[in-house]
């Protein structure tokens, strides 16, 4: 589980509470924790003298700051942050199919559950991204159905008989490529998604409706 950690903050509690001018935007009472506030700016004789601009009360001839302590909190929901993590994620590769390599594999699947852009109707240009982004092939132009060209010249996948394979079992990394129109996906460009080991696939947005009809290309 992910943690998120913030430490050393150091704010500037009185720094020119009152301090306004028509050059700068209202100084904030409260330093670095929230940034500079926008306003209303305006020349004020009363505002800006001496007094209010650096009043004696606050003016240390120092910066007074205070430093919280370290903290952190645990990634509950899994996706913040998740493009930042370094540990592949544990993905089910346990099959019986011969070649196929569990350690391509689990890097390809870490590598498209990263790319998490909901259906936008780019699953090619996302899944040749993960398979760049795991080391297993530069990224090539085409549509999703041309997958199945890219991949056949690609040595890092070999594509197996899906005779008697439910492809709703199929281990993590397993690249799936639809022909145009197959089983009811776009008639112009296919469709292509990468299992992640659990009877769910992803191109940027996850489904666990794997369907029939798919070309099954596993890393080797």
Same mark, same amino acid.
């Given at each position: 589980m992910t943690a998120y950690t913030f430490n050393n903050l150091n704010a500037n509690l009185f720094a020119n509470p009152f301090c306004i001018s028509y050059s700068s935007p209202v100084s904030n009472p409260f330093g670095n924790i929230f940034g500079s506030m926008p306003?209303?700016?305006?020349?004020?004789?009363?505002?800006?003298? /001496?007094? #209010?601009?650096? &009043?004696?009360? *606050?003016? +240390?001839?120092?910066t007074p700051t205070f430093q919280m /302590?370290? #903290?952190?909190? &645990?990634?509950? *929901?899994? +996706?913040?942050?998740?493009?930042?993590?370094?540990?592949p994620r544990h993905f089910n590769t346990k099959t019986t199919l011969k070649e196929y390599n569990a350690?391509?594999?689990?890097?390809?699947?870490?590598?498209?559950?990263?790319i998490r852009t909901?259906?936008?109707?780019?699953?090619?240009a996302h899944v040749k991204e993960?398979?760049?982004d795991a080391g297993l092939g530069e990224y090539e132009s085409g549509h999703a159905y041309q997958l199945a060209d890219i991949l056949s010249d690609?040595?890092?996948?070999?594509?197996?008989?899906?005779?008697g394979v439910d492809l709703a079992e199929l281990p993590a990394g397993c690249v799936l490529v639809y022909?145009?129109?197959?089983?009811?996906?776009?008639?112009?460009?296919?469709?292509?998604?990468?299992?992640?080991?659990?009877?769910?696939?992803s191109s940027g947005g996850i489904t666990s409706n794997?369907?029939?009809?798919?070309?099954?290309?596993?890393?080797?």
């Amino acid at each position: 589980m992910t943690a998120y950690t913030f430490n050393n903050l150091n704010a500037n509690l009185f720094a020119n509470p009152f301090c306004i001018s028509y050059s700068s935007p209202v100084s904030n009472p409260f330093g670095n924790i929230f940034g500079s506030m926008p306003g209303a700016c305006w020349s004020d004789p009363m505002l800006n003298n /001496p007094f #209010f601009n650096n &009043p004696p009360l *606050f003016n +240390f001839g120092f910066t007074p700051t205070f430093q919280m /302590p370290n #903290f952190s909190f &645990p990634d509950i *929901f899994g +996706f913040l942050n998740d493009n930042n993590y370094s540990k592949p994620r544990h993905f089910n590769t346990k099959t019986t199919l011969k070649e196929y390599n569990a350690k391509k594999a689990e890097k390809l699947a870490d590598a498209i559950s990263k790319i998490r852009t909901g259906f936008d109707g780019k699953c090619a240009a996302h899944v040749k991204e993960a398979i760049a982004d795991a080391g297993l092939g530069e990224y090539e132009s085409g549509h999703a159905y041309q997958l199945a060209d890219i991949l056949s010249d690609n040595k890092n996948f070999k594509e197996i008989s899906t005779d008697g394979v439910d492809l709703a079992e199929l281990p993590a990394g397993c690249v799936l490529v639809y022909d145009k129109g197959v089983a009811g996906y776009d008639s112009q460009y296919g469709h292509t998604e990468i299992t992640l080991g659990d009877g769910t696939a992803s191109s940027g947005g996850i489904t666990s409706n794997i369907r029939d009809g798919a070309r099954v290309f596993i890393p080797v």
